[in-house]
């Protein structure tokens, strides 16, 4: 079975000086788990890249019980290929997160089996500030700059949904396709 390029996406981590996780440990950790190769960490919110020949249905999971067995505190991972981030970036709407100055634009990576329709039903949206779109195993959300005081996007906090999600700016998102392209490429 050939490798395969993913990025591990961690909720909940060094965010408002609640379970704080140093990236070195972070990747010691990640390198610890069997079958993991070439792991690398990107900017201090919990993003993990790496290559594995396992198979992808149980990396979550599994990748959850080494984090916890490591750190002692339970984690949410979302897991996504270099194929499936692809299509994420490809998936966005219009003019999507191409307006850094005017619009906030983020990406809720959702955890199975929580679905872009279900998300959906919680994001509450204020007229003229929020714009929300689903996605595959994701939803796109938008809010304007100068009034995102205003955002309803905090407002899906306290649903259970919540706790199957895990929040990427549009900016993160696209650096994390490019670091994923760059090792592909690099010798």
């Known amino acids: ?17 609640r379970n704080l996780v140093a990236m070195k440990d972070l990747r010691a950790a990640m390198e610890g788990h069997p079958g ?8 201090q919110s919990g993003n993990v890249l790496f290559e594995t020949e396992s198979s992808s249905k149980t990396l979550e ?12 505190v339970p984690l949410v991972v979302v897991v996504r290929s270099h194929r499936q981030l692809r299509a994420v970036i490809a998936g966005a709407p219009a003019g999507f997160g191409r307006q850094p100055d005017t619009y906030h634009s983020d990406c809720v990576f959702l955890k ?23 996605g595959s195993g994701v939803i796109y959300f938008a809010r304007l700059s100068a009034q995102r005081t205003k955002s309803r996007m905090s407002k899906i906090v ?3 949904e919540y706790q199957r999600m895990t929040i990427r700016n549009w900016a993160t998102t696209v650096k994390l396709l490019d670091l994923l392209d760059a090792s592909v490429r690099a010798p």
């Open 112 to 134: 199975a089996p929580l679905t872009s329709g279900q998300a959906m039903g919680v994001v509450g949206l204020r007229e003229g500030v929020d714009q929300a779109w689903p």
């Open 158 to 160: 306290g649903t259970p």
């Open 1 to 17: 079975m050939p490798s395969t390029r993913y990025v591990a996406l961690l909720r909940g981590i060094n965010v408002g000086g």
């Open 61 to 72: 999971t599994e990748i959850e019980a080494t984090l916890e067995k490591a750190f002692g």
């Open 36 to 43: 993991l190769a070439d792991v690398s960490t990107y900017i």
